[in-house]
């Protein structure tokens, strides 16, 4: 498992200065001012229209390679409808530079949110775009209440900032507050960096997972601080070469790969990397789960190393019986094959005391799962560990006592 190398943006403008001070020939820096397209920063006028204008005029210029293309939206706080900002573009790369708030219509006006495949900032079919900065503010609790109340008319909601069909993507310093729904989805994308995000919503709040990312590739996410309702970062099917690094998460549902196999015919999971992770007071640490049913899906070579688990429920899970509301799956065994799953240097504390479970598939049982240096311990005592189908092995100090078969 190698991690993607992609070359920071900054570190760019670093180079391009340089060279700007050592070459008789600059290289051109264009900037497109959202305001002077008519964007206002009082958080009440609409400014959607004003992005859509500053993002045309930079997607369709027709400067020379080598020139700079920068969209400025300064501070103050600007009420933006659903929007795609849409590929291609003339340009090899757009640097949106946030120092201002975006903020999302409130559920009263839900018509002006959403309507673009369940997204309100979406980037589709672009290659080369960066943000850096950005507070981005889905403003989502009235519709967090609508759902916990039971009200099975509320909308679906919308993800906060979307990725679909681009390339060389990279986010620094995004901040996202109170999605509707997922917060940042990455969906069939390649070499895609995220750096330094910061996602916040309440414990409580539905379906709100932090980074979420699907038939991707080369997926890298690093230095990151995740406290939502839901997942903190969910893998779902198609995604291969990821590696998450040095992430804070909790509270929320943990670090999820799946759910997985809720089609027949779908993509699988392999080559990912997920270190140096502490977990507070999470529902689940490092997560793999499968719908209870048959699936061409799988996921392999997946390592899990240097986790913290700070009175997490379930610290290290596999559970391949997943089936909501009991429909669709009971009586079924998961199609979805697992295999060569490492779990390194784990340690912490459970909030339960099974602090391992394995509850894999009786048809595809858990192949090469090791355990190594794992230290989990519940109420100041040895924790336990609960496998069903489950083989692999041991190194290093182990506990709880391992229950994998051979």
């Known amino acids: 498992m190698t991690q993607p190398i992609i070359i920071p943006f900054l570190l760019v403008l670093a180079f391009l200065s340089l060279f700007r001070s050592t070459s008789s020939t600059a290289i051109p820096i264009i900037t497109y001012n959202v305001v002077n397209f008519g964007a206002n920063p009082n958080g009440e006028v609409d400014s959607t229209h004003a992005f859509l204008s500053a993002w045309d005029k930079a997607c369709n210029s027709n400067m020379v390679s080598s020139t700079i293309i920068i969209i400025y939206v300064p501070l103050g706080r600007f009420l933006i409808g659903s929007v795609v900002f849409k ?3 003339n340009n090899i790369e757009i ?3 946030i120092d201002g708030t975006l903020v999302a219509p409130l559920l009263s006006k839900y018509g002006e949110i959403g309507n673009n495949n369940g997204n309100w900032l979406l980037f589709d079919d672009v290659d080369g775009v960066s943000i850096i900065g950005v507070v981005i503010d889905g403003q989502g609790a009235s519709l967090w209440d609508c759902k916990r109340s039971g009200n099975y008319k509320c909308p679906s909601g919308a993800t906060n900032l979307g990725f679909t069909n681009s390339n060389n993507i990279m ?13 940042i989805v990455i969906d069939r994308c390649h070499n895609v960096k995220v750096e330094g995000a910061k996602v916040l919503a309440a414990a409580n709040s539905p379906n709100t997972d932090g980074i979420h990312v699907q038939l991707s590739s080369s997926v890298t996410i690093l230095d990151s601080n995740i406290a939502t309702g839901d997942d903190c970062i969910s893998i779902g099917a198609g995604t291969t070469n990821l590696w998450i690094e040095n992430i804070a998460c909790g509270p929320g549902h943990g670090i999820s790969v799946g759910s ?13 990397t ?12 490092v997560r793999i789960k499968s719908w209870g049913r048959p699936s061409s899906g799988f996921a392999k070579d997946i390592l899990f190393q240097h986790a913290t688990m700070i009175n997490v429920q379930n610290p290290i899970l596999i559970d391949q019986n997943y089936c909501p509301d009991q429909k669709n799956c009971p009586g079924q065994n998961s199609g979805v094959e697992i295999s060569n799953v490492k779990y390194e240097d784990i340690h912490g504390t459970s909030a339960t005391e099974v602090a391992v479970r394995f509850n894999c598939s009786p048809k595809y049982a858990c192949k090469a799962i090791t355990l190594e240096d794992v230290k989990l311990t519940y109420q100041n005592k040895p924790a336990e560990a ?12 182990v506990q709880p006592n391992s229950c994998l078969q051979f």
Do not use: D, P, W, Y
Not at 260 to 270: C, I, M, P, T, Y
Not at 386 to 397: E, K
């Open 274 to 285: 997920v270190k140096t992770v502490t977990f507070i007071g999470t529902e689940n640490g």
């Open 95 to 97: 640097t949106f530079r």
């Open 386 to 397: 609960s496998c069903n189908h489950a083989r692999g092995t041991t190194s290093g100090f």
């Open 260 to 272: 997985l196999g809720k089609e027949v015919e779908e993509a699988g999971v392999q080559n990912v």
């Open 87 to 89: 590929g291609k573009c």
């Open 171 to 183: 986010m620094n310093g995004v901040t996202s507050l109170n999605s509707q729904m997922f917060h």
